[in-house]
């Protein structure tokens, strides 16, 4: 009987530990379909009065973005800051190729930080650790408001590699070496004209 009496009473506790869970809300999106998905998620004009405290799970897939890439993710903050009050809070995790909080539940509607966050990903997180996709639940857990919409929003960037910014980064020389070829062609054609203006 002590027994049936010890194990309803552990069975109690455990439901009630389980309906004080907290509740966080998750979303996946692709990066492509990003910006849509904040136009269909994120808006001002609603009857809601909770406030959010997002945390944005960023897929990273080498040390920086490519620029299409970085562009799409800053104009897709840029619309959210302009979706959200200054009651919500924003917080970027990366994961894959680096794991780490990089903004930590900075104001919605403060577009610098975002900004800054997303064009300085992996030098903005202080600590890098094994696992971003779990350190974005425990860190949502650890900074959980209470009567706030508390979520995690995967974003994904699939069929990307570290390749793609070499090659972007590459390209970018073999242009700045033809403008400098460029330049040095000009100058020699120039230079019979200006010893003739030295000369005058």
Do not use: C
């Not at 897939?61 to 970085?70: G, R, S, V």
């Not at 800051?81 to 930590?104: M, P, Q």
């Not at 966050?117 to 650790?129: I, N």
């Amino acid at each position: 009987m002590k027994h049936l009496f010890t194990f309803a009473f552990a069975l109690m506790i455990s439901i009630a530990g389980h309906s004080q869970e907290k509740n966080i809300e998750t979303e996946s999106v692709t990066l492509d379909n990003l910006i849509t998905f904040i136009v269909e998620h994120y808006s001002i004009n609603t009857d809601s009065t909770e406030t959010k405290n997002i945390t944005f799970l960023i897929e990273t897939y080498a040390n920086n973005f490519n620029t299409e890439d970085k562009v799409i993710l800053k104009q897709a903050f840029k619309l959210l800051s302009k979706r959200v009050t200054e009651d919500d809070l924003i917080s970027i995790v990366a994961y894959s190729n680096f794991n780490g909080v990089a903004l930590k539940q900075a104001e919605a509607t403060d577009v610098k930080k975002l900004l800054y966050a997303v064009e300085h990903l992996k030098s903005s997180v202080k600590t890098f650790e094994e696992d971003g996709i779990e350190l974005a639940y425990e860190f949502t857990k650890e900074n959980f408001i209470e009567e706030s919409e508390n979520s995690v929003v995967m974003i994904r960037i699939p069929n990307r590699t570290s390749e793609v910014v070499k090659t972007e980064a590459i390209d970018s020389k073999k242009k700045t070496k033809t403008k400098s070829n460029a330049l040095v062609l000009t100058a020699i054609t120039l230079l019979p004209e200006i010893i003739a203006v030295i000369k005058n």
